[in-house]
């Protein structure tokens, strides 16, 4: 059981370039989520999904794109880096019961990004 | 939306001294109040939680206090040793069953002196 896993760990773009990150979960966590953490401002929410083929945006969606076609994977795509988009990405999931209030989220190990 | 906001940023204790971290939040509904602890490089792991249908919980050497009137929420660490030393960060969530997103404060940098 390796929880919530992410891919890349580490990544160098350049301004205007793309890429995906990947989160996983084997937990079958109906809920997931990606945040952003920057130095002194805590982790904010840029997209997040309550669900297979569902995707919502969060605090700060701009520049970002996810998909959710399977359950267990979440990804957050950037079409064209910009440098202000440095920050450290972390996934998270939870189960998402329908009854009794929120649940517990689990974090992945978290994307290191850099753009020049 | 929901606004947390967390202080000290940074908190200095002697081993063995107790640390006190606190949050206020602004949305009225929320009513879930994790608190993770994060070291250097590594991901949030949740320490304690609380919902809103009680005033405090405690696990081992660790406390937290909800105040619902007053819209704060307080960690409480006894006897601190050295390895909680970390970032701590507070957060607050709805619980609707449309989000569920947790709200974050901007963390605590505890430093337990030897």
């Known amino acids: 059981n390796a929880g919530v896993t992410q891919t890349p760990k580490f990544r160098v773009l350049k301004t205007g370039q793309s890429m995906t990150l990947l989160c996983a979960q084997d937990?079958?966590?109906?809920?997931m989520y990606w945040y952003r953490q920057d130095p002194g401002m805590g982790l904010r929410l840029i997209h997040y999904?309550?669900?297979?083929?569902?995707?919502a945006k969060g605090e700060v969606p701009d520049g970002y794109n996810v998909s959710r076609l399977k359950k267990q994977n979440f990804l957050l795509g950037l079409e064209s880096a910009a440098p202000s988009q440095t920050s450290v990405y972390f996934c998270?999931?939870?189960?998402?019961?329908?009854?009794?209030?929120?649940?517990?989220?689990?974090f992945g190990p978290g994307t290191r990004l850099t753009v020049l | 939306g929901e606004n947390v906001e967390q202080h000290p940023s940074t908190l200095s204790v002697q081993e063995g001294d107790s640390a006190v971290i606190k949050c206020t939040y602004s949305?009225?509904?929320?009513?879930?109040f994790p608190w993770y602890k994060q070291e250097l490089g590594k991901r949030p792991q949740l320490i304690i939680d609380?919902?809103?249908?009680?005033g405090e919980k405690k696990d081992q050497r660790i406390a937290v206090t909800l105040n619902k009137t007053a819209k704060h929420f307080s960690l409480h660490i006894t006897e601190t040793q050295p390895e909680d030393s970390a970032v701590y960060f507070c957060?607050?969530?709805?619980?609707?069953?449309?989000?569920?997103?947790?709200?974050f404060g901007s963390g605590t940098r505890l430093q337990v002196q030897p």
């Open positions: 998270a999931s939870s189960y998402g019961r329908l009854a009794g209030g929120p649940d517990t989220q689990y």
């Open positions: 937990m079958n966590h109906e809920y």
């Open positions: 999904s309550v669900g297979e083929g569902t995707t």
């Open positions: 949305d009225s509904a929320s009513n879930y």
């Open positions: 609380i919902r809103s249908n009680v």
């Open positions: 957060a607050a969530s709805t619980g609707d069953t449309g989000r569920r997103a947790l709200t």
